[in-house]
């Protein structure tokens, strides 16, 4: 059974496991103060953000990242799943939350980003309902009125 929620404290070491795995070159104490930042203050770099952490029968194997940029627009920071979860729906249920999250927020528009380091990103992005930009580096979306 899946299951989308925020993630909580009790996390941390999956959270931290699956953001090494998508940010391999990143000093690890960028990652932990991040993650640290997010868990007592609710920002990172100063920004609200919303994390949500996806389930598989209680085992962690995917989370989103989305931060508030304000002006009615949110912004999608990190997304990830673990590869042995992927192509079943897990990823497209953590938009689908982030939506909800941003929609919250009174977001009408979701963004987000990527690189050639991530080939799943762009179609991925675009099956989920994602305008690209020309070159695929930048997805856009319109949060239509919940349903
Ligand atoms: C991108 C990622 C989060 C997608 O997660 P996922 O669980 O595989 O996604 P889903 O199974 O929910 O698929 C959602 C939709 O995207 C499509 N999709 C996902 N990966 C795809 C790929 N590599 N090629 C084509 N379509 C793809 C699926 O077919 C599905 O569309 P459909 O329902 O119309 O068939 C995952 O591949 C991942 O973590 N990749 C590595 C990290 C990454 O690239 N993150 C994004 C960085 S910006």
Redesign the pocket.
């Known amino acids: 059974m899946l299951r989308v929620e925020p993630i909580s404290q009790a996390d941390r070491d999956a959270w931290l496991a699956m953001r090494i795995a998508?940010y391999p070159d990143e000093p690890l104490h960028v990652i932990e103060s991040e993650l640290d930042s997010f868990l007592n203050t609710g920002k990172i770099a100063d920004r609200e953000h919303g994390v949500l952490i996806a389930r598989v029968h209680n085992m962690p194997v995917?989370f989103i990242e989305t931060s508030d940029f304000g002006q009615n627009r949110c912004h999608?920071e990190?997304?990830?799943?673990?590869?042995n979860?992927?192509?079943?729906?897990?990823?497209?249920?953590?938009?689908d939350a982030c939506e909800h999250w941003a929609r919250s927020r009174r977001a009408i528009e979701l963004t987000?980003?990527?690189?050639e380091?991530?080939?799943?990103?762009p179609?991925?992005?675009?099956?989920?309902g994602f305008l690209a930009s020309d070159d695929d580096t930048l997805f856009e979306k319109r949060l239509g009125n919940q349903s």
């Open positions: 998508l995917g999608i990190s997304w990830y799943v673990s590869p979860a992927r192509g079943s729906g897990v990823g497209r249920a953590l938009i987000s980003d990527t690189n380091d991530y080939p799943d990103s179609p991925a992005h675009k099956a989920c």
